[in-house]
């Protein structure tokens, strides 16, 4: 097989635009739909996940070809390798799947993608989005995925006829399509971009998280400047950090269109123990230094120059059968990789500056909870949403505290006060899911990210107050989950349990400074009765009295 063309060519079979090159090696394919995670709103996140795994049940474990399916942010993919008759087989399965999903094995397919979900770990990527977009579109990652706890049957098929239509589909293969491929799938609508907005954000920020090195996210409109300035970055960056510095192996760079317009841009890198301050200080720089001065000439020459000759590796009609058919899927033009390397190359120094001038104004820096915020750049916060005012909920362990935390609840929302300084409030109008335990107790996520959990074991009278929220609120926000507890806000010791405490959870420390007030009182009470004067005729009997009442109020602060 001669080298690729960089063209490629554009057929349809039953409806289904089809993309094809000549790659070498087996003939792959992948048939996609503009379906994702940015679809789904938080009470029955995962369906999407629960339709692809639903449709590919029925092959088994194994084939004598590869095959597989996965969701992104906006697509879900079908992926195969194999013969052309393997190919065509496959996808001709998928394609009657889709339209009669197995619904008697979702109940276990639940159980299977609730584990699977289980053992994996949140990552800088997913605290990046949830941090930018909340509790809706990308910041769903950072969830569970709700919906595998109740979604019904009738929704799943609703879902897979909605979405999974030939006009909403795309198939690429690195071959001529086989003369018997046949994609059963039926009529619909191509969807439009799900068109989820960003928080509204005081920008440039940083966050603090349980991360094991630091990076930097943005949004800013799509353009080949923009891309090659983030790649350049991060080039620089592996530089200055692996190979001068020696304290971190990698740098990630990132580029996802997030729709026609808009492009989120990331860059993460990891870091040895104890040097992470100094790789955020340094990606702040990096980004400074992009958005001030651009790339020079020669960075953006060797850029596009590394980009054409990658064209002429075996894996690339690969990477530009996928790069058009997500364009197309998104209802964008094709593009030509000649006019791409075209593009790459009218790229200035000053236009990549300025674009990345334009992204810096977004940005949200990320870094371990015990590294501070770099010069210059706040503390990230969430958007203010005004407390409630109401009925009160008081702690049950309210006298621990001498500004003890409470929960307010009205007809409009939820606030948890946990100090003066501290509150978070999620209104019904913002409200994206209300979680149901199977302890009696609720937690309400609200549309910026925020949590605010209700457990009746932890609030005086929180029951009722609990079932006057429930009918308030939408029942579509409802999550049913009967098998797990409800969070508690104050994690409390166990009484019981802790070192230190003795007779009724009292603490050790404060049965010793209890016993050193009445010893003084004791003393003060015997002075006042051996001294020759009559009682009550000198200080002695005043500060006794001033010691019984500064006793009184600490005896009720600690019992």
């Not at 992948?30 to 639903?54: A, N, Q, Y």
């Not at 990552?123 to 919906?147: H, I, P, T």
């Not at 579509?476 to 409390?492: G, I, N, R, Y």
Request: include cysteine.
């Amino acid at each position: 097989m001669g080298a690729w063309n960089r063209e490629v060519n554009v057929t349809s079979v039953d409806g289904v635009p089809v993309l094809w090159a000549d790659a070498p090696g087996p003939l792959r394919a992948t048939l996609m739909f503009r379906v994702g995670h940015v679809d789904e709103k938080l009470p029955w996140s995962g369906i999407t996940h629960l339709v692809e795994h639903l449709t590919l049940f029925p092959l088994g474990p194994k084939r004598e070809y590869e095959f597989n399916g996965a969701v992104t942010t906006n697509r879900t993919m079908f992926v195969a390798a194999g013969t052309p008759a393997d190919i065509t087989g496959y996808l001709s399965h998928v394609t009657a799947s889709l339209a009669n999903l197995p619904l008697d094995r979702a109940a276990t397919e639940k159980t299977v993608l609730l584990a699977e979900a289980s053992s994996r770990s949140l990552s800088a990527g997913d605290v990046m989005f949830n941090l930018r977009f909340g509790a809706r579109g990308c910041g769903l990652y950072r969830y569970k995925e709700f919906g595998l706890y109740h979604v019904p049957d009738a929704w799943i098929s609703a879902w897979s006829a909605r979405y999974f239509t030939r006009d909403n589909a795309v198939l690429w293969l690195s071959g001529p399509p086989p003369a018997d491929l046949h994609l059963s799938l039926p009529a619909g609508q191509k969807m439009p971009d799900a068109g989820v907005a960003p928080l509204p954000l005081t920008l440039p920020a940083y966050a603090q998280a349980p991360v094991g090195g630091a990076g930097v996210s943005m949004v800013a409109p799509r353009s080949t400047a923009l891309a090659m300035s983030t790649s350049i970055a991060a080039a620089r960056l592996l530089k200055r950090l692996r190979y001068d510095k020696g304290i971190a192996y990698s740098v990630q760079s990132g580029y996802m269109p997030l729709d026609h317009e808009r492009a989120h841009i990331s860059l993460w890198t990891d870091a040895q123990q104890g040097h992470a301050a100094t790789v955020l200080n340094d990606t702040v720089h990096s980004m400074y230094a992009m958005s001030t001065e651009g790339p020079a000439t020669e960075e953006l020459a060797s850029e596009a120059a590394a980009f054409a000759h990658n064209l002429d590796r075996d894996e690339a009609p690969i990477a530009w059968l996928d790069r058009t058919a997500v364009r197309m899927l998104n209802g964008e033009p094709a593009q030509r990789a000649t006019e791409l390397i075209a593009e790459m190359q009218s790229v200035t120094t000053a236009s990549a500056r300025d674009a990345m001038a334009a992204a810096l104004r977004t940005a949200i820096y990320l870094g371990p909870t015990d590294v501070p915020a770099p010069g210059g750049i706040h503390l990230y916060a969430k958007p203010a949403v005004p407390p409630v005012q109401g009925p009160v909920l008081p702690h049950v362990h309210a006298k621990l505290w001498k500004r003890p935390p409470h929960i307010t609840y009205s007809g409009d929302g939820v606030t948890l006060t946990v100090n003066p300084e501290e509150r978070i409030t999620v209104r019904y109008d913002g409200c994206e899911a209300v979680l149901k335990y199977g302890d009696g107790g609720i937690c309400l996520v609200g549309y910026e990210g925020s949590l605010v959990p209700i457990n009746p074991a932890e609030w005086v009278q929180a029951a009722p107050a609990v079932q006057q929220i429930l009918q308030v609120v939408s029942p579509q926000l409802s999550v049913p989950m009967p098998d797990e507890k409800t969070p508690v806000v104050m994690d409390l010791p166990n009484p019981s349990a802790s070192r230190g405490r003795r007779g009724g959870g009292i603490p050790l420390d404060r049965w010793v400074g209890l016993g050193i007030f009445a010893l003084i009182g004791i003393a003060l009470l015997a002075f006042a009765f051996t001294q020759g004067s009559r009682v009550g005729a000198g200080p002695p009997v005043i500060s006794l009295l001033i010691w019984g009442l500064i006793g009184f109020r600490i005896l009720r602060r600690f019992l």
